[in-house]
């Protein structure tokens, strides 16, 4: 397992250059950079904190809409004589996995 510090990893003078800590949305523009990133699953400039995408909270409400319209037009019905075993640990989940009949209303 690996573990980053986003934080740091952002503000690396390695990666970025000199004004890592300047903000500077040219730099996503220069398609060497990427080239000293090790790992690109580090990547995520954007996530939280003060450099945060600013229009999280909409994408995420957007998402939630879209879903809940693609939802309502179908129909959820545990399957006939599916028995489900209830695990509280680590993450409340069926055992099995629950299996669902789903159809178009």
Known sequence: ME?????????????WGPTADNFDPKRWLDPSLSKNIINLNY????LNGARGCIGNKVALAEAKILLGMLIRNFIFKPIEGFQIKKRAFPIPKPDPYLGLAVSIS
């Not at 573990?3 to 990666?15: D, Y």
């Open 3 to 15: 573990l980053s510090g986003n934080t740091i990893f952002q503000r690396l003078t390695e990666i």
């Open 43 to 46: 990547l995520v400039p954007f």
